[in-house]
């Protein structure tokens, strides 16, 4: 699997609202024990990570995430851009996630950061 | 110290040629058994870390680093951009580094990442 690949996985568990759908996606993205931490959540294995996506997704029906420009890769590291559309497709945020990528060429790891709102025009 | 501190002391790292004060920076900025990962250099632990540093300033004299844009910081992690300017001031290369902070306040990883080269035009 490609970084590519993997980014687009992981975008994918954040978008899967079907319950065992999206504990099935996160199986095979994430390791048994990764971990995930932004500027305001943190969460801690597949069963933590799917918590916490499942309260991102009850809280902003309808939202979606998708990859935003090249994903960058090296070593066991990854970094992507993300962006965060409402329903009525209106990007609402935008993100750098930086991952590492585990032996078995799962997640391991993901730290989030929020890119700084464009000021208003 | 401040995240904004802790990377404006990392980048001094990078710009200290004088062995002593070298070896003295990285310690007072990086723990013990710290790593460093990017593109086209690794290294492990404070001795490793200085000699990497050594050897990228004996292959590029004059050169120097700089903090670029703001230092984005939660929870233990950081992310700063960063130039490398040749001696007569022309930037080179831009980056990402992504950091994470130990529970004494010292860099314990940095993971960085080379910005793509704008296309001449």
């Known amino acids: 699997?490609?970084?590519?690949?993997?980014?687009?996985?992981y975008i994918?568990?954040?978008?899967?609202?079907?319950?065992?759908?999206?504990?099935?996606?996160i199986a095979e993205t994430w390791t048994q024990d990764a971990s995930y931490v932004d500027p305001m959540m943190k969460s801690?294995?597949?069963?933590?990570?799917d918590a916490m996506i499942g309260g991102v997704q009850a809280k902003y029906p309808g939202f979606r995430f998708s990859l935003e420009g090249p994903v960058d890769a090296h070593n066991d590291c990854l970094r992507f851009g993300w962006a965060l559309a409402s329903p009525e497709g209106a990007v609402v945020a935008h993100g750098l996630d930086v991952g590492f990528i585990a032996a078995d060429g799962r997640l391991s790891?993901?730290?989030?950061f929020i890119e700084p709102q464009a000021q208003a025009a």
């Open 44 to 49: 801690e294995g597949r069963n933590g990570i």
């Open 12 to 25: 994918a568990c954040w978008n899967e609202t079907d319950p065992a759908r999206r504990r099935s996606l």
């Open 109 to 112: 790891a993901i730290t989030g």
């Open 1 to 9: 699997m490609t970084a590519q690949d993997l980014a687009q996985r």
